[in-house]
């Protein structure tokens, strides 16, 4: 498993089912530690953890980030009414 570096406080979980096990992280979580330990504002931490993190592919270990969302939102996520 691949962790994303500096982000540990942040994991919130492992993978499990088939395929290579990875490293769950907390979306929000990672873009406040950049907001705290980086000052960045929240749309520079955003960008930052799209393009340089979230998106970097390292293999099939990559870790996965999440969102959380209640049923409701996840509904709507799904139907096209609402996007990342």
């Given at each position: 498993?691949?962790?994303a570096d500096g982000f540990e406080k942040a994991e919130i979980g492992?993978?499990?089912g088939l395929?290579?096990?990875r490293?769950?992280?907390?979306?929000?979580?990672?873009?406040?530690?950049?907001?705290?330990?980086?000052?960045?504002?929240?749309?520079?931490?955003?960008d930052y953890l799209q393009h340089n993190v979230v998106h970097a592919w390292v293999g099939d270990s990559t870790p996965?980030?999440?969102e959380t969302m209640e049923s409701?939102?996840?509904d709507q996520y799904a139907d096209g009414m609402i996007g990342p």
């Open positions: 498993m691949l962790r492992v993978s499990v395929g290579v096990q490293i769950i992280y907390d979306y929000d979580r990672c873009i406040q530690i950049l907001i705290d330990r980086d000052q960045m504002s929240q749309t520079d931490a955003i996965i980030f999440i409701a939102e996840i």
